[in-house]
C-alpha cells in the first residue's frame, strides 16, 4: 500500500514573499477516501495492474478543441470509448469540462451537465476525480476577460465560482488543480495574461486555496503546470512559492506536472528529482497530463523505432512517478489519437497516445502495463517481506 501524503508540514523560510489577501488559513490534511478496485483477476487493465493505491487516469476527451471537429462529443456518444474509459482507468479528469469557459459560460448561469455525468460515471465505475481547474490564464469566458468589472467585483466572482463548483463536488473529487499555469517558462508570475493576478495581485492565488479547501475540506488542493518536469526556472519559482504558502498555512496539498512531452526533445531525466522536492515540502505529487506526441513521417503512420521511443518515455514517467511516495495519481492526456488535442495544435505531430485512433493499443501501453505490474508485485513482495 503506498502512503498517501498529508500537507501538514511548517516551513520557515519564505523564499518568495507574496502579499496574502484575507482569509480563514486552515491546513487540515483531507484524506483520501477511495481506493481504486484492486482485481488481480484483470491485470490487462491498467488500473487493476497498479499497485494499491495507485490511480491511473485519463482525460475525458470534450470541450475545447472537440466542439471544433467533425465528431459528436466523445464522451457522450462513443460507445466503445466510453467501455475503455471504464474499464482501463481509475481516476478521470475532465478534459474541458470543468473550465470556466464550459462551466460558467454567463454571468449567471452555471452549465453542469458535462460534469456532473462525468463525475456520475466516474462513481459508477469506482473512478476517482480530479477536478480542472479554477483560477487559469485561458479558457476563461468572454464575459469574464471583456467585463468592466471592477477589482472588488473579480474577487467576489472567483469566490462565487469556486464556492460554487467544488462545493457542488464536494466530497467527490480527489484532486483539485486549483491553480492552472501560473508563472511563464522564465518562472515569472503571469502578472498580464492571467486576469486574477493581474488585477488582484498575486495574493488571490492564497485565496482560491483557502475558498477552494473551505468548499471542500476533503479534496487535495495541486498547482498544476506544464514544462515543469525538470528542476528549471519555472519548476524552481514553485518550489519557492510552495514553501512561503505553507508557512503561512494556505491549504496547499500537491504539485503536479503535467508532462505534455514530444520525442523531438530529451526526455526529463531529473523529473524524480524534481518530484523528490516537492515531496520533501509535504506535498503529494502527480503526473497529470502525459502525452508523447512525435513528427509524423509522411506516410503518417511512425516508424517502429518511434513508437518503441515513445513507449520508452512513458515508461520513464511513471517509472518516476512509482518511485516518489506521494506520487499516488498518474493522468495520460487521452488515451486514444483519436480525441488528441496534439494534430490541433502542433502541424505535423501527433501519435500521442498509448492506443491509435482505432483504440489499437500501442507498445506504450503494454510499457505502462508491465511497468505498473512490476511496481505491484514489487509492493506486495515488501508488504510479504
Ligand atoms: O475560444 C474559442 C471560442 O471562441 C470558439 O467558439 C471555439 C470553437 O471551437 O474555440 C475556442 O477555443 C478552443 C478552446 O479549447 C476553448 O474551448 C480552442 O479552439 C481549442 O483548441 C481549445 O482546446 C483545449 C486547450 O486545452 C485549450 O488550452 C483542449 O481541448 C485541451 O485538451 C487543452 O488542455 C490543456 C489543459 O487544460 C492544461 N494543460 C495543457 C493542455 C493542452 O493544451
New binding site residues.
Given amino acids: 500500500m503506498r502512503s498517501l501524503r498529508l500537507a501538514t508540514v511548517t516551513l520557515a523560510t519564505a523564499a518568495l514573499c507574496l502579499p496574502l489577501a484575507t482569509g480563514a488559513a486552515t491546513a487540515a490534511p483531507p484524506a483520501d477516501r477511495k481506493a481504486p478496485p484492486h482485481s488481480h483477476a484483470a491485470p490487462d487493465r491498467l488500473r487493476s495492474a497498479a499497485p494499491e493505491g495507485f490511480f491511473v487516469g485519463t ?1 475525458v476527451a470534450g ?6 471537429q467533425d465528431y459528436p462529443d466523445p464522451f457522450t456518444h462513443d460507445k466503445e470509448y466510453r467501455k475503455i474509459l471504464a474499464r482501463q482507468f481509475g481516476s478521470v479528469s475532465p ?2 469540462q470543468m ?1 470556466w ?2 462551466i460558467h459560460p454567463e454571468r449567471d448561469r452555471y452549465d453542469f451537465g458535462q460534469a456532473d455525468a462525468i463525475v456520475r460515471f466516474a462513481e459508477r465505475n469506482r473512478q476517482v476525480v480530479r477536478g ?2 479554477l483560477l487559469w490564464h ?2 476563461n469566458p468572454e464575459w469574464l476577460e471583456k467585463g468592466d468589472f471592477s477589482a472588488e467585483e473579480l474577487r467576489a466572482l472567483l469566490r462565487e465560482h469556486i464556492t460554487t463548483v467544488v462545493g457542488r463536488y464536494a466530497g467527490r473529487i480527489q484532486q483539485w488543480d486549483v491553480a ?2 501560473i508563472f511563464d517558462d522564465q518562472g515569472r508570475l503571469r502578472t498580464q495574461d492571467n486576469i486574477w493576478i493581474r488585477e488582484l495581485g498575486p495574493g488571490i492565488v492564497a485565496d482560491a486555496f483557502r475558498w477552494a479547501h473551505e468548499a471542500d475540506p476533503e479534496a487535495k488542493l495541486f498547482f498544476n503546470d ?1 514544462n515543469v518536469e525538470s528542476v528549471n526556472a519555472k519548476s524552481d519559482a514553485y518550489h519557492a512559492l510552495v514553501q512561503d504558502l505553507l508557512a503561512q498555512g494556505v491549504p496547499v496539498h500537491g504539485f503536479s506536472v ?1 508532462a ?1 512531452l514530444s520525442t523531438r526533445y530529451g526526455f526529463p531525466g531529473d523529473l524524480e528529482d524534481n518530484l523528490r522536492r516537492f515531496d520533501a515540502l509535504g506535498l503529494e505529487t502527480a503526473v497529470t ?1 502525459l502525452d508523447v506526441r512525435m513528427d509524423l513521417p509522411e506516410s503518417g503512420v511512425p516508424t517502429k523505432a518511434q513508437e518503441r521511443k515513445q513507449a520508452d518515455y512513458y515508461r520513464r514517467v511513471l517509472q518516476a512517478c512509482l518511485a516518489v511516495d506521494g506520487c499516488n495519481s498518474f493522468t495520460i ?1 487521452g488515451f486514444t489519437d483519436k480525441y488528441s ?1 496534439v494534430p ?2 502542433f502541424e505535423g505531430e501527433g501519435f500521442a497516445n498509448v492506443m491509435t485512433e482505432d483504440f489499437v493499443r500501442k507498445p506504450a501501453f503494454y510499457a505502462l502495463r508491465d511497468t505498473l505490474k512490476e511496481a505491484a508485485r514489487k509492493d506486495r513482495g515488501h508488504r510479504r517481506g
Avoid: C, R
Fill in positions: 482525460a470541450g475545447g478543441h472537440h466542439l471544433s478534459e474541458n473550465k469557459d464550459f480542472h481547474t485561458s479558457q492552472n499555469e506544464y503535467q505534455h497530463e492526456w488535442w490541433v495544435f
